[in-house]
């Protein structure tokens, strides 16, 4: 039977993880598990301790006395968790690395080149090139590879290639598509299509994520999923509805702050400026539709420091180039 599907043991802790419950995920025991689907879930349980911003190295450890035989996969894991922690990889394992060998390994060395490269477009085709060694069987079951390869090419701006990559993927057979990873790749791919029926069906997908999984305790899959329910509200020009989430994501914070100082407690989950990037992006979008920009600058300021490189600090210069050289061009100078 497949692990994956609605009957398998690993559909709910799947479900979890890609959803960004990682508290949920991070509270699960091995033992509960058989041992053919262990490894997968002591890797879903050491990145979500990592996506907490949480320290995973006992975790790895005891993965290697408990897998010998997959070493590799906690040296990968060791290494980016290495990173998260303390913004440096001694081993300077990613940056080694040229060519990937399994799943785990393709997918963390891409957000290397993403998160501390900056570099995008390397991503993609670091990305490309792992897909194009795989066999159509192993696709099937990798197709967590799409999901970021379509989220890269979204950021970009590559909507023709969002498509054919999409497209691809339709082709497979009706298992994949019970997955909680195809749902969310086709949501993304609606959001970019003309019409409030697919913007809509997109909002009710992650609205109802939020409502119906959700807990108390998962303060940053909460807020991760407010902002995409956020962009959406933003792309339907619901935008007191847009104002109403941003209070809801400020006070959530604010709780979280409050509650984190009351009880001391330094394994607490923390969290990063610049996981906030893509929110302070588009409140920026926001102000100029509803606030004529009064608050824009503040906010663009704000976004550099946490993520100078970040594709809208990339479009506002490139847009200052170009009514520069307009300037220049038409300018008259004075006889």
Same mark, same amino acid.
């Given at each position: 039977m497949d692990s994956f599907s609605d009957s398998g043991e690993l559909y709910l802790i799947r479900y979890q993880f890609y959803t960004n419950q990682h508290e949920k995920v991070t509270n699960y025991n091995l033992e509960d598990f058989s041992p053919e689907n262990q490894l997968k879930v002591l890797? @879903? $349980? #050491?990145?979500?301790?990592?996506?907490?911003?949480?320290?995973?190295?006992?975790?790895?450890e005891n993965g290697r006395s408990i897998f010998p035989d997959d070493l590799n996969v906690f040296q990968v894991l060791q290494a980016w968790n290495d990173l998260h922690d303390f913004g440096t990889d001694d081993s300077t394992y990613f940056e080694d690395l040229k060519e990937a060998k399994f799943e785990l390994q393709a997918i963390l060395t891409t957000f290397y080149l993403v998160k501390f490269e900056k570099d995008l477009n390397q991503a993609i085709i670091f990305l490309?090139?792992?897909?194009? &060694?795989?066999?159509i069987s192993t696709k099937y079951n990798e197709i967590e590879i799409y999901l970021i390869l379509i989220q890269l090419n979204l950021i970009r701006g590559n909507y023709s290639n969002v498509k054919k990559?999409?497209?691809? =993927?339709?082709?497979?057979?009706?298992?994949?598509?019970? &997955?909680?990873? @195809?749902?969310?790749?086709?949501s993304w791919v609606k959001s970019i299509q003309n019409g409030n029926e697919n913007l809509n069906n997109c909002f009710y997908f992650y609205d109802e994520i939020l409502n119906?999984?959700?807990?108390?305790?998962?303060?940053? /899959?909460?807020?991760? &999923?407010?902002? #995409?329910?956020?962009?959406?509200?933003?792309?339907?020009?619901? @935008?007191?509805?847009?104002?109403?989430? =941003?209070?809801? $994501?400020?006070?959530?914070? =604010?709780? @979280?702050?409050q509650l984190s100082k009351e009880n001391d407690n330094n394994n607490s989950i923390k969290f990063k400026d610049d996981e906030l990037d893509n929110l302070l992006a588009n409140q920026i979008t926001l102000?100029?539709?509803?606030?004529? /920009?009064?608050?824009?600058?503040? =906010?663009?300021?704000?976004?550099?420091?946490?993520? /100078?490189?970040?594709?809208?600090?990339?479009?506002?210069?490139?847009?200052?180039?170009?009514?520069?050289?307009?300037?220049?061009?038409?300018?008259?100078?004075?006889?």
């Open positions: 890797e @879903y $349980i #050491i990145r979500s301790t990592i996506e907490l911003n949480l320290d995973a190295s006992n975790l790895i490309n090139d792992y897909l194009e &060694n795989l066999n990559i999409f497209m691809q =993927l339709n082709q497979f057979p009706e298992f994949v598509k019970d &997955n909680i990873i @195809y749902q969310i790749i086709e119906n999984s959700f807990n108390d305790d998962d303060i940053k /899959g909460k807020i991760h &999923n407010l902002i #995409i329910l956020f962009i959406l509200n933003l792309q339907l020009k619901h @935008y007191p509805e847009s104002q109403e989430i =941003l209070k809801q $994501i400020e006070n959530i914070k =604010l709780d @979280y702050e102000d100029r539709l509803i606030n004529f /920009g009064n608050e824009s600058e503040k =906010l663009l300021e704000e976004l550099k420091k946490i993520n /100078g490189e970040h594709e809208l600090i990339k479009d506002e210069a490139s847009k200052n180039e170009l009514f520069d050289s307009i300037v220049t061009k038409y300018q008259t100078t004075a006889v």
